[in-house]
């Protein structure tokens, strides 16, 4: 963990983006009624849309305003030294080119077939000296063979197979897992022998890959970093390293009805508080459903790092 972390621990702050099909809906679902609901990345779930219906809403899903320079460089700007996309999120929608399914960016969507937003993010973080990593979710509510401790199996595979074309086709310096603590199977859900397992076969795929703990069951023996989501904690749990998650507004996902923006100074003050700490901060951004990041993150992005440029040691 020394080794394969020190770049992590060396660099502290970090971008997350959340963006998936869910961003071409941009926060709200109008019922067959005509009521409108409202959600960022859960929007599937928690707005109930059927899903032949959320299927659709993908086939339009066209960011062609994706700018992975942009990104790389409103990251460079903002100090951060990584970034970490969701490469599947819990829709179960793969945002590159994968042969394990096709339920994914290229082939269920109105987006330019030559384009791999995965591989263009790649490209611009490693010219600016960014790491790149990906965030991806066990908990799948597209795969049919997920919620069946019979077929799970089965839905185990493709996953291991999603993953072995991330670590060959991008060479992430991280892989951030989520939904491990799925409540679709409440009699089953992921076992700690899943998480053993699946953290093995990472380091097994490449051991340099820097992988959280929501990799398993056990949370603090699991993987490499704990994961405290919207908020500091006092002190590390057991001597783990520690990175917090939040966002700019109050959702992950993109929406055009959040405008509970944080001031940058609160920003930098958590920042400073969680360095302080001796922990790292992982701060979201939610593009539009044309790919695009919100002024109102880059604002303060930019804000953040002009403050650290005039007051901070690098
Ligand atoms: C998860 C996701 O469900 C959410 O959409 C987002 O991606 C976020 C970063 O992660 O949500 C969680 C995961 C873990 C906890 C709470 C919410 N937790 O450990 O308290």
Request: aromatic share 12%; net charge neutral; with cysteine.
């Amino acid at each position: 963990t020394a080794e394969r972390t020190r770049w992590w621990r060396d660099d502290r702050f970090g971008q997350f983006i959340h963006f998936g099909a869910y961003s071409q809906l941009q926060g709200k679902y109008t019922r067959p009624d005509g009521s409108v609901c409202q959600d960022a990345e859960w929007i599937q779930r928690n707005c109930q849309i059927p899903r032949a219906e959320y299927e659709q809403i993908a086939a339009k899903f066209d960011p062609a305003g994706f700018d992975a320079n942009a990104i790389a460089q409103s990251a460079k700007d903002a100090g951060q030294k990584y970034v970490v996309i969701t490469s599947k999120h819990h829709e179960g929608y793969a945002m590159w080119p994968t042969k394990v399914n096709k339920f994914n960016l290229r082939d269920h969507s109105s987006f330019d077939k030559k384009r791999d937003i995965l591989a263009e993010l790649k490209r611009a973080t490693a010219a600016r000296d960014v790491e790149l990593g990906f965030y991806y979710s066990i908990w799948d509510w597209h795969d049919p063979d997920f919620p069946d401790p019979a077929t799970f199996p089965k839905y185990k595979e493709r996953m291991y197979a999603q993953l072995k074309e991330l670590v060959d086709n991008y060479r992430p310096a991280v892989l951030w897992f989520d939904g491990e603590w799925s409540t679709d199977r409440p009699n089953n859900p992921w076992t700690e022998k899943d998480g053993e397992e699946l953290e093995a076969y990472v380091r097994s795929l490449d051991p340099s890959i820097v992988v959280n703990n929501r990799v398993g069951k056990r949370r603090v023996v699991d993987g490499d970093t704990g994961t405290p989501e919207q908020e500091i904690p006092d002190k590390p749990v057991d001597g783990q390293l520690w990175e917090s998650c939040m966002t700019l507004n109050g959702s992950w996902g993109y929406t055009d009805w959040d405008h509970n923006w944080k001031s940058s100074a609160d920003l930098t003050r958590k920042l400073l508080s969680i360095a302080g700490r001796g922990g790292n901060f992982l701060l979201n951004v939610g593009p539009d459903r044309n790919g695009r990041v919100p002024r109102e993150s880059i604002d303060r992005l930019k804000q953040m790092g002009q403050w650290l440029r005039t007051n901070g040691q690098s």
